[in-house]
């Protein structure tokens, strides 16, 4: 078997020294070429460096924005909810206080 290495170090318990064995691909084992050589890219993958920059940083910031509005809309709305809520508080305690004022004064 050429090319073949054992990913293991030797089993010492057993005497043998090719249990697991990963057979590296050689240059005639590939007639359509579909194996990578050194400094070759994957097929379909972008090589301008702004590009691939680019596309990289793009759903970070997607999804930042996303999380952005959603917590906008929550701030927001808890504002409009305290808001309310004091309305309603400061309504009930004018109420409270004309019930409990001293008719006499």
């Known amino acids: 078997m050429t090319g073949a290495r054992s990913l293991y170090p030797p089993d010492t318990r057993s005497g043998s020294a090719d ?24 097929p379909g993958l972008v090589d301008d460096f702004w590009t691939n920059a680019v596309f990289s940083v793009t759903p970070t910031i997607v999804v930042g924005l996303i999380f952005w509005f959603a917590m906008r809309a929550i701030i927001r709305a808890d504002r409009a909810e305290r808001r309310a809520y004091s309305d309603i508080e ?10 409990t004022a001293d008719p006499h004064e």
């Open 19 to 42: 249990r697991v064995v990963v057979r590296f691909p050689q240059a005639d084992d590939d007639p359509a070429g579909t194996i990578l050589r050194a400094g070759e890219t994957y």
């Open 90 to 99: 400061a309504e009930e305690r004018a109420r409270f206080e004309k019930l």
